[in-house]
């Protein structure tokens, strides 16, 4: 069954992981794992610490090309009465000025005790959520 936007907020603030889905100029989809906090219309990511093969993630290439992500979570269990997902389509911005990281990270840290011991030093993806979606098993 659909569920409400109330409800998919709440699913999304409450899951521990969600893909980032962006463009890359060539058309090819691109999906990764991310941390996240989610902030009324907003949904911050951050650069962070974890080992990584370049700085210059295609992530960050990709919404500098085309800004349109998707953000999705979900819940996978044995007994499919429990399942349900949650996707947010939004515009994503890269944020990387000092003052304006100071608030997402706080949250993230907030979020993640691995965060409170390594504070990201960033860039932040901001994503302005412009449709909820999702779907539930049951209630």
């Known amino acids: 069954?659909?569920?409400?936007?109330?409800?998919?907020?709440?699913?999304?603030?409450?899951?521990?992981?969600?893909?980032?889905?962006?463009?890359?100029?060539?058309?090819?989809?691109?999906?990764?794992?991310?941390?996240?906090?989610?902030?009324?219309?907003?949904?911050?990511?951050?650069?962070?610490?974890?080992?990584?093969?370049?700085?210059?993630?295609?992530?960050?290439?990709?919404?500098?090309?085309?800004?349109?992500?998707?953000?999705?979570?979900?819940?996978?269990?044995d007994d499919w009465a429990a399942l349900w997902w949650v996707r947010a389509d939004g515009s994503a911005v890269i944020v990387t000025d000092p003052g304006e990281l100071a608030g997402p990270i706080a949250l993230l840290a907030r979020r993640y005790p691995q965060y409170r011991q390594a504070r990201p030093s960033g860039p932040v993806i901001s994503v302005r959520v412009e449709r909820w979606t999702g779907w539930a098993a049951s209630g």
Do not use: C, W
């Open 1 to 77: 069954m659909d569920i409400t936007v109330e409800d998919a907020r709440r699913r999304l603030r409450e899951a521990r992981v969600a893909r980032l889905a962006t463009v890359a100029s060539s058309g090819r989809p691109h999906i990764v794992p991310v941390t996240f906090a989610v902030a009324r219309e907003h949904i911050y990511s951050a650069v962070d610490a974890k080992p990584k093969r370049t700085g210059d993630l295609q992530r960050l290439r990709n919404i500098r090309a085309n800004p349109m992500v998707a953000v999705l979570a979900d819940h996978y269990d």
